[in-house]
């Protein structure tokens, strides 16, 4: 099941292709800007979730080569946080770093969200072969910053709700299933998987 | 003078095309009503036609604005009804769920006449009028709606408020096993608003029944509702089938779900702020940029007065 990695990359980018389309045939509703900063915040919150899958995945019996789908994924997660970053402070505030920065100060999801990104964007960075190579050993450290900053996306989600917490809490309750499990194993192997 | 209530007008003078739509109910509904109608020689009392069914014997410009109305499609298929599910798009889809015929008002508390209505009984007497509002939802997004409906203060008047009544309570019709939200504990059902007394007996405060020339959709809070322009949309409870003049401040559904972000009062507000919502600024449906968000939504001057030695920050 030796999927060719163009085949991926271009499933990552299919939301991306589909929000477009939406976007082109008039199907964003009556509220385009909130349609795509809520379309790309749950692809970034899905990839992130599924970039944690990948190891629980990888041990199953002949799935091992899934985990070679692990970087791709969480630079997919990546490049929506992006997106949904991007289309806030351009589509949502168009610039208006004083609203921005009020929003940082005052609305905790805002804070919260933005600092999700901050522990991202490092991970990002380093996600290449050469970056891996030159931290070595503190790689593997570095990018357990995924674990605060999945949970700390899902407390985002949390926050920005008003009233019907079925939706996070199922989130959360995944994000919750793929932690128990690197707990369990932890006991026996310290190693972050 | 098209804020007095006039007592004079009768059943006949004023009686909408609205309960003339629907022959085949008429004719039903008279065959039961058989001698009612026979004596009275009035408009029989019918139920309301169906959802976006035009309304006939609407006086327009009661009340205009000197901005673009919000496209029909884009406020019937945005709206925050979560009876019928808390998306903005699932009231719309789910909207069948409501059953608007037959439908009954209960008016109690502190009245010196109390029962229950049909709403054709309870809507007779009130000529309809086209008024032009904006709507500011908590969520900072605005539209510009053309509403159908009249004042609230001549129906609570006709029920004649005793000299204790200080409120008044609103109740969203209760019915889980056919509204998809309601089998949810997301709010403490039923949907509850209320207004004091002399908010509900401003000009400003209507009655809606239909919009854009027609019947209200359902996900619109079909077939009555509240409509207050200076508050936030959520004060403007929909669908309502209990109205309750009370001497003491009535509990209010989202002020009960998070008191510290909704108020009782929920006037618009740029400068109260909100953790999720920069109230400041709004989103006018249809547009790009935000626009600065007015003092009590625009209609300072006419309301302004009811909240005078208030602290406005703290009544929020
Ligand atoms: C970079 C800083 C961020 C900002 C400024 C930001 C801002 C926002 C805003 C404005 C909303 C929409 C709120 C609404 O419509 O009421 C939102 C929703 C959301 N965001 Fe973020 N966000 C950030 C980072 C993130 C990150 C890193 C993730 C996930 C990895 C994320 C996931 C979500 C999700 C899942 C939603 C809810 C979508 C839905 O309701 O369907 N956000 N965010």
Redesign the pocket.
């Known amino acids: 099941m030796q999927i060719p990695q163009p085949v991926w990359l271009l499933l990552g980018l299919s939301p991306l292709a589909r929000l477009i389309q939406s976007g082109i045939s008039g199907g964003l509703g009556a509220n385009p800007i909130?349609y795509i900063?809520?379309?790309s915040?749950?692809w970034?919150?899905w990839l992130?979730l599924i970039s944690l899958s990948i190891s629980p995945i990888a041990r199953l019996p002949g799935c091992r080569g899934v985990i070679r789908l692990r970087r791709l994924a969480g630079l997919f997660?990546f490049f929506y946080?992006t997106l949904?970053?991007c289309s806030?402070?351009v589509l949502?505030k168009y610039f208006d770093w004083f609203d921005i920065g009020r929003?940082l100060r005052k609305r905790p999801?805002?804070t919260v969200?933005?600092s999700?990104?901050l522990l991202?964007l490092p991970l990002a960075v380093t996600s290449s072969k050469g970056w891996i190579k030159r931290l070595g050993r503190h790689w593997g450290t570095l990018h357990t910053l995924v674990y605060p900053?999945a949970i700390l996306?899902i407390c985002?989600?949390f926050l920005?709700?008003k009233a019907d917490w079925r939706?996070p809490a199922l989130?959360a309750l995944l994000l919750a299933l793929l932690l128990g499990w690197r707990w369990r194993r932890n006991i026996f192997s310290p190693l972050p998987g | 003078m098209p804020f007095r209530w006039n007592p004079e007008l009768t059943a006949m003078d004023v009686t909408p095309e609205i309960f003339f739509q629907q022959r085949r109910q008429f004719i039903q509904q008279s065959a039961l009503l058989g001698a009612g109608v026979a004596l009275g020689g009035i408009a029989p009392a019918v139920s309301l036609a169906e959802p976006g069914e035009p309304l006939t014997n609407v006086q327009k410009g009661v009340v205009t604005l000197d901005e673009p109305v919000t496209p029909f499609k884009d406020a019937s298929s945005y709206t925050n009804f979560y009876e019928l599910g808390s998306g903005k798009e699932e009231p719309a889809r789910y909207g069948d769920r409501l059953q608007t015929d037959p439908w009954h008002v209960v008016i109690e508390g502190e009245v010196n006449r109390p029962g229950r209505w049909s709403l054709a009984d309870l809507l007779k007497p009130h000529p309809l009028e086209e008024r032009v509002y904006r709507l500011r939802c908590v969520?900072a997004w605005s539209m510009v709606i053309p509403w159908i409906g009249f004042p609230l203060k001549g129906l609570l008047e006709r029920f004649e408020p005793t000299a204790k009544a200080r409120y008044v309570a609103f109740e969203t019709i209760h019915d889980p096993s056919r509204l998809p939200g309601q089998a949810q504990n997301m709010l403490d059902w039923p949907y509850r608003e209320g207004l004091r007394l002399d908010e509900a007996l401003h000009p400003l405060t209507i009655l809606a029944v239909g919009m854009y020339g027609r019947v209200l959709p359902n996900q619109n809070g079909a077939p009555l509702r509240l409509v207050v322009p200076w508050k936030y949309g959520f004060k403007s409870i929909k669908s309502i089938v209990r109205i309750t003049l009370t001497e003491n401040q009535p509990p209010t559904s989202w002020n009960q779900q998070a008191p510290t972000e909704y108020g009782f009062y929920a006037n618009v507000n740029p400068a109260v702020d909100h953790p999720?919502w920069d109230q400041s600024k709004e989103r006018r449906i249809g547009e790009f940029l935000r626009r600065p968000t007015l003092p009590f939504n625009g209609y300072q001057t006419q309301v302004a007065s009811l909240y005078q030695g208030m602290d406005l920050s703290k009544n929020f």
Do not use: K, P
Request: aromatic share 18%.
């Open positions: 909130e900063i809520r379309f915040g749950d970034a919150l992130l997660c946080a949904h970053l806030y402070l949502d929003d999801y805002i969200g933005f999700t990104f991202l900053a996306a985002h989600y920005m709700t939706l989130h | 969520e999720r």
